[in-house]
């Protein structure tokens, strides 16, 4: 999976994709799954908590309108991540589209107009893909609408 932002007048084609986690562990030394796995429970407790509450107000509860952008928007929330750890992923995804970016500290610098919470809420739903199957996203669906009934 592929997506391309423009920063200033620079675009940035970034990929999700099997070797994100060889390049984190490669550059930053440790395993990506360290940092992106607790966050992702911790996401999918927030929509299991929204589910509930929604299902509470509605008498039929929708789940068609959840995707992985709508998670995306949950990070906001999510104080376990610092922005240092959002901005590795970014590189991460920008190194996997191309090996030749630079180091992390100059490709930021040369990035103009970049907010990092944006940013990362664009790329999240690709990032998550590649983490959370589509099948599995609707088994856990499922799951919550049994256990908030």
Do not use: H
């Not at 675009?11 to 099997?18: D, K, P, V």
């Not at 930053?28 to 429970?41: C, H």
Request: negative net charge.
């Amino acid at each position: 999976m592929k997506k391309t932002i423009q920063f200033g007048e620079k675009e940035i084609t970034f990929s999700s994709n099997a070797s994100i986690i060889y390049i984190f562990k490669n550059q930053f030394g440790y395993d990506l799954l360290q940092k992106i796995m607790p966050v992702i429970s911790e996401t999918l407790r927030g929509i299991q908590t929204v589910l509930v509450e929604k299902q509470a107000d509605d008498k039929f509860l929708d789940l068609s309108g959840i995707t992985l952008g709508n998670i995306a928007d949950l990070f906001e929330n999510i104080y376990s991540l610092e922005a240092t750890d959002l901005m590795n992923i970014i590189w991460v995804m920008a190194k996997a589209n191309n090996k030749d970016i630079k180091e992390p500290e100059i490709f930021f610098a040369e990035l103009e107009d970049f907010d990092v919470l944006d940013c990362f809420k664009e790329l999240a739903p690709m990032f998550l893909g590649s983490f959370i199957s589509k099948k599995k996203m609707e088994k856990m669906m499922k799951k919550t609408q049994i256990v908030s009934q």
